[in-house]
């Protein structure tokens, strides 16, 4: 509104003006004949100034009563000769102006157009020029009565049309604004009411009107990524206590039974034991969740470095020795040359460790197990591949799911919980990186693991 009352305003003056100045170019011009023409009919000589004012010129100045004025005077002021209309009244004068000049003022309360026109005389002495001059200036008005009058009415006018404007788009806008507003706030409607209970809830981008449709669209795929999550952390959270209660309920039911009678040594240890073996499950797991919480998608928890690949897999390989050994499970390490990677060295132990576990875990007695590490596209890749009992092509996309084990009944190794890979997969991610399995049932898996 400021900035349209601003322009209007700006428009209404520059009209205002233009109108002005073609109403007094007008009475200027008029005004400047008629000074000339007066100026004609004065001749002077050395002895006396003549006037050949003739009644037929003078009419319109003789009346007392006309609105016509003139006056001649010499530079300094005083009047060589003047109209009857003026009777007693003088023109306003200024000495010491030497350039015709137009002014608007005022005569007994009249408004009057005024020209101050300059003429150089010459005298005439003897029929002869001599080239003296005389300075002489014809006053001559004209009432612009009229005229103010025009300029007045079209100054009101000029500003009512302008408040006119100002109220009409006043209220267009107010319309408009609110029935722009209308659809966002029925979006702000839908978006206040869904909540965790209703996350399904989406906005009807069809009723939307054009405009607010991306918003819409991208208000309902935030509710989508919000509900997938939300659904994820819920069964996160059931499977994490499904998986625990199997180990407690070991915990709970072997020393009850055991505390309900008197029994030997052997058959306390042996409860002891497992208890022990069910805690320790309960330790993995926790141990586990929590290093997967921690992996979150940002990377400050990350200490990175610079890091020999060649250092890393030598180091998970020795600690899994005496797992791989006890199936009798040869190992081969080849790494061609020296890669380094820019990496969380604790992570990275993690990572090769768990792929290397599962490795000798699904691995057959006698089984072997090639790591090799080679680049390609701005990528170090390291194979693990195995002849184990492979991966059937439905689990191989689900592997990576939180607690998801092929087959539940074999994997009931003491620790086997389901969330390795999955851990895998969040650090390679954290790296810039991806792992890729490929796996055939019954011949074995090659897991692939990709770091920037
Ligand atoms: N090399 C492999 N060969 C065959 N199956 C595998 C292999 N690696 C993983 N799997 C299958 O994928 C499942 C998920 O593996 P993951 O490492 O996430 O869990 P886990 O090994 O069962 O438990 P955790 O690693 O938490 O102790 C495993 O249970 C197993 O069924
Ligand atoms: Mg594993």
Same mark, same amino acid.
């Given at each position: 509104? &400021?900035?349209?009352?601003?322009?209007?305003?700006?428009?209404?003056?520059?009209?205002?003006?233009?109108?002005?100045? &073609?109403?007094?170019?007008?009475?200027?011009?008029?005004?400047?004949?008629?000074?000339?023409?007066?100026?004609?009919?004065?001749?002077?000589?050395?002895?006396?100034?003549?006037?050949?004012?003739?009644?037929?010129?003078?009419?319109?100045?003789?009346?007392?009563?006309?609105?016509?004025?003139?006056? &001649?005077?010499?530079?300094?002021?005083?009047?060589?000769?003047?109209?009857?209309?003026?009777?007693?009244?003088?023109?306003?004068?200024?000495?010491?102006?030497?350039?015709?000049?137009?002014?608007?003022?005022?005569?007994?309360?009249?408004?009057?157009?005024?020209?101050?026109?300059? &003429? #150089?005389?010459?005298?005439?002495?003897?029929?002869?020029?001599?080239?003296?001059?005389?300075?002489?200036?014809?006053?001559?008005?004209?009432?612009?009565?009229?005229?103010? +009058?025009?300029?007045?009415?079209?100054?009101?006018?000029?500003?009512?049309?302008?408040?006119?404007?100002?109220?009409?788009?006043?209220?267009? %806008?107010?319309?408009?604004?609110?029935?722009?507003?209308?659809? @966002?706030?029925?979006?702000?409607?839908?978006?206040?009411?869904?909540?965790?209970?209703?996350?399904?809830?989406?906005?009807?981008?069809?009723?939307?009107?054009?405009?607010?449709?991306?918003?819409?669209?991208?208000?309902?795929?935030?509710?989508?990524?919000?509900?997938?999550?939300?659904?994820?952390?819920?069964?996160?959270?059931?499977?994490?206590?499904?998986?625990?209660?199997?180990?407690?309920?070991?915990?709970?039911?072997?020393?009850?039974?055991?505390?309900?009678?008197?029994?030997?040594?052997?058959?306390?240890?042996?409860? #002891?034991?497992?208890?022990?073996?069910?805690?320790?499950?309960?330790? %993995?797991?926790?141990? +586990?969740?929590?290093?997967?919480?921690? #992996?979150?998608?940002?990377?400050?928890?990350?200490?990175?470095?610079?890091?020999?690949?060649?250092? @890393?897999?030598?180091?998970?390989?020795?600690?899994?020795?005496?797992?791989?050994?006890?199936?009798?499970?040869?190992?081969?390490?080849?790494?061609?040359?020296?890669?380094? @990677?820019?990496?969380?060295?604790?992570?990275?132990?993690?990572?090769?460790?768990?792929?290397?576990?599962?490795?000798?875990?699904?691995?057959?007695?006698? %089984?072997?197990?090639?790591?090799?590490?080679? +680049?390609?596209?701005?990528?170090?890749?390291? +194979?693990?591949?195995?002849?184990?009992?492979?991966?059937?092509?439905?689990?191989?996309?689900?592997?990576?799911?939180?607690?998801?084990?092929?087959?539940?009944?074999?994997?009931?190794?003491?620790?086997?919980?389901? #969330?390795?890979?999955?851990?895998?997969?969040?650090?390679?991610?954290?790296?810039?990186?991806?792992?890729? @399995?490929?796996?055939?049932?019954?011949?074995?898996?090659?897991?692939?693991?990709?770091?920037?």
């Amino acid at each position: 509104m &400021i900035v349209l009352f601003a322009a209007l305003s700006v428009l209404g003056l520059f009209l205002y003006f233009s109108l002005g100045n &073609i109403v007094y170019n007008s009475i200027d011009s008029s005004l400047l004949s008629r000074a000339k023409a007066l100026a004609t009919l004065v001749s002077e000589d050395d002895s006396e100034m003549e006037f050949d004012f003739s009644d037929e010129v003078m009419w319109e100045y003789s009346s007392p009563k006309s609105r016509s004025f003139f006056q &001649i005077r010499r530079p300094d002021g005083t009047t060589i000769e003047k109209s009857a209309s003026l009777t007693n009244s003088e023109l306003p004068f200024l000495a010491g102006e030497n350039q015709t000049n137009y002014k608007n003022v005022f005569l007994n309360g009249i408004p009057l157009r005024l020209v101050n026109f300059h &003429i #150089l005389k010459e005298i005439e002495k003897d029929d002869k020029a001599t080239g003296r001059y005389h300075r002489l200036i014809i006053q001559c008005t004209e009432d612009i009565s009229a005229q103010l +009058k025009v300029m007045k009415t079209y100054r009101i006018v000029l500003s009512f049309s302008i408040f006119a404007v100002m109220i009409i788009s006043a209220f267009g %806008g107010f319309l408009i604004a609110r029935k722009a507003l209308i659809p @966002i706030k029925e979006i702000s409607k839908t978006v206040d009411s869904i909540s965790e209970s209703n996350l399904s809830e989406r906005i009807t981008v069809e009723e939307v009107p054009e405009e607010l449709r991306i918003l819409a669209s991208s208000f309902n795929r935030t509710f989508d990524s919000l509900e997938r999550s939300f659904k994820r952390q819920k069964q996160f959270a059931a499977d994490a206590s499904h998986e625990l209660r199997t180990p407690l309920s070991v915990v709970l039911s072997e020393s009850e039974v055991t505390l309900r009678k008197d029994r030997s040594l052997q058959e306390y240890k042996d409860a #002891l034991t497992a208890v022990i073996n069910a805690a320790k499950i309960m330790s %993995g797991m926790v141990q +586990k969740l929590l290093f997967l919480a921690r #992996l979150t998608t940002d990377k400050s928890g990350l200490n990175m470095k610079n890091i020999d690949i060649d250092e @890393i897999i030598h180091e998970s390989v020795r600690m899994l020795t005496p797992l791989a050994d006890q199936k009798s499970i040869s190992m081969n390490i080849s790494i061609p040359d020296r890669f380094v @990677i820019r990496g969380d060295r604790a992570a990275l132990l993690e990572l090769f460790v768990n792929i290397i576990d599962n490795a000798i875990k699904y691995n057959v007695p006698l %089984g072997k197990i090639d790591i090799s590490v080679k +680049k390609e596209k701005g990528f170090i890749i390291t +194979k693990i591949k195995d002849t184990g009992i492979g991966i059937a092509g439905k689990d191989l996309d689900r592997v990576f799911d939180r607690f998801y084990r092929v087959d539940r009944s074999r994997s009931r190794e003491p620790g086997s919980v389901g #969330l390795g890979l999955s851990i895998c997969e969040g650090i390679a991610k954290l790296h810039g990186g991806r792992i890729e @399995i490929k796996s055939k049932v019954g011949e074995g898996t090659t897991v692939s693991v990709y770091l920037k």
